[in-house]
Structures are given as structure tokens and as C-alpha cells.
């Protein structure tokens, strides 16, 4: 049995502020070992489930947070970026039978601890196929689309919430609860890490890979905070305005989908000016 664990950092244990994930600042250096201790948990008890197999793929920023040396030394590691499925990567190879989101939070304009999409600010919302859609809600059609299920979510509450629309069979832990968007109530890492291990061993029966769906395609909606951004998404094929501050595309599968979508989100925010938006 092989896990994937998709590791993002605003879910983190303690983590509620920016410089909290924000990388080169004090406090991100503080949260590396809160985070890394999330994430090793989750690797402990996946293999205390039956586990062969657990391979971590960064997910924040940069991609380069997780302190690799304190990690259980069965697991190995994606660091760094530029990778085809981003998020997910390493889904696509056949052999994962069951994914972890470590980490998550929820959408763009919606209650949640550092809730955002991709971009902080510039994308106020996002909709696949209609319904409201957070990363965890895009990355999971993504890996849905291999075969291959959600077992555990880790962030907030509010994700645990959101993780139950799109994946209602998935083990969740709420390492903090959620007070406004910047503030929660935070449980130590001692603690989170127990309870996550704990799911994590439970998750393992869930990993359990099936024939992949029939493909369909997914249309993608965005809107953004200020209204220029619908020009410079546009210039991405495929993409057009559908809104006064929105756009749209459609994509025959998720896997050009969730490239489309990182194309958009990387061509607006270039186009985010400093001051005005
Ligand atoms: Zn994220």
C-alpha cells in the first residue's frame, strides 16, 4: 500500500497569520517543526495502518518547508516546485492507492483560517462545475480522476466541513478551531500529532484504488477582486470572461483542468499591482 501525503501549510497546527507561512519570516521558521511534526504524524500512522509506502509532496508556496531531516526516515519526499500535477503530484504513476491532505484550509471567500485558493487575495471565489470549490475540493477531483480516494484531511474545522462534501468517507482532524479568518483556537503539536496518527492508522483501510470514473469535462469559474484580471486570465486559451469580474473555461478532464487553472492563477498574479490590486 502506497500513501501520498499532499502537504499544504495553512492548516497547520498553530498556524493563523501570514508571516506564519510565509517563507524567510521568523514566525514561518517557527511553524516549519509545528507543520513537519503534522506531517510526520500522519506518515507514523499510516504505516502503523499497513502501510509500504508513504511519499510526501510539498504543497506551499515555495515547496520547500517541510525539515526533512526530523521526518520518519521510511517516507521520502517531493521538495521544490514546477511539477505537472502541482498539488498532487505524483498521483499519476499507477501505484497510489490512497491520498492525505495535510495542512489544507478552505476556499477563497468563505469562513475558514487563511481561507484562500491558490492566490491570498486576487481570486474571491472558485466553482467547479457549480459547486463552491476549495483546493482541497479541485485536488481531490484531480486524484478521483486516477483512481485514487481521499483517506484524511487535516486543517480547521471549517476544513474538515468542507472535506466532508468531497470526500465524506475521509478520516479528518481539526487541529484548530475557527475564530475569524486570522485567529483560532490552536491545540499543541503533542496533541494534534496524536490525533492524527491515530486517524491516519484508521485511514488505512480507506486506501483502496478503483477503476477511474468515466472522464468529464469540468468547467472552471473564477472571480477575481478587481476587474483587470478578466484581461490578463483571457490571454490563457480557452479562458473567457464570464462576468464582470469573472471567467470561465472548460476542460475535457480535471488533469487539463487543474493545469489551466495553474496557468490562470500564475498569469494573474503577475498582473496583481502592489498598492490597488
Ligand atoms: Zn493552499
Redesign the pocket.
Request: no cysteine.
Given at each position: 500500500m502506497k500513501i501520498l501525503i499532499s502537504a499544504?501549510?495553512?492548516?497547520a497546527t498553530g498556524v493563523t497569520w501570514p508571516g506564519d507561512v510565509l517563507p524567510g519570516t521568523p514566525q514561518w521558521e517557527r511553524f516549519r517543526r509545528p507543520f513537519t511534526s503534522d506531517v510526520n504524524a500522519a506518515v507514523l500512522g499510516f504505516f502503523d495502518g499497513g502501510a509500504d509506502e508513504v511519499l510526501i509532496n510539498e504543497?506551499?508556496w515555495s515547496m520547500r518547508n517541510l525539515l526533512l531531516e526530523e521526518l520518519d526516515q521510511r517516507a521520502q519526499m517531493i521538495t521544490g516546485k514546477h511539477k505537472t500535477l502541482s498539488?498532487v503530484e505524483g498521483v499519476q504513476h499507477g501505484d497510489v492507492d490512497g491520498v492525505a491532505f495535510i495542512g489544507?484550509?478552505t476556499g477563497a471567500g468563505t469562513e475558514g483560517v487563511l481561507a484562500?485558493?491558490?492566490l491570498p487575495n486576487s481570486v474571491t471565489g472558485v466553482w467547479a462545475n457549480g459547486a463552491r470549490a476549495s483546493?482541497g475540493l479541485l485536488n481531490s477531483l484531480v486524484v478521483a480522476e486516477y483512481g485514487v480516494p481521499v483517506v484524511l484531511v487535516t486543517g480547521d474545522d471549517k476544513t474538515c466541513q468542507d472535506a466532508n462534501s468531497y470526500a465524506p468517507e475521509a478520516r479528518c482532524v481539526a487541529v484548530k478551531d475557527y475564530v475569524s479568518r486570522y485567529a483560532a483556537v490552536c491545540r499543541t503539536p503533542a496533541r494534534t500529532a496524536a490525533d492524527i496518527r491515530e486517524a491516519a492508522r484508521e485511514a488505512a483501510v480507506l486506501a483502496v484504488r478503483h477503476e477511474p470514473p468515466h472522464r468529464r469535462p469540468f468547467t472552471i469559474e473564477l472571480e477575481f477582486d478587481a476587474e483587470h484580471l478578466v484581461g490578463a486570465a483571457s490571454v490563457v486559451p480557452g479562458v473567457e470572461r464570464s462576468g464582470e469580474r469573472r471567467v470561465a473555461f472548460t476542460s475535457p478532464t480535471m488533469y487539463e483542468g487543474i493545469r489551466c487553472f495553474k496557468a490562470v492563477t500564475t498569469v494573474v498574479s503577475a498582473a496583481v499591482e502592489e498598492q490597488y490590486g
Open positions: 499544504d501549510m495553512e492548516g504543497a506551499h498539488m489544507y484550509h484562500h485558493t491558490y483546493e
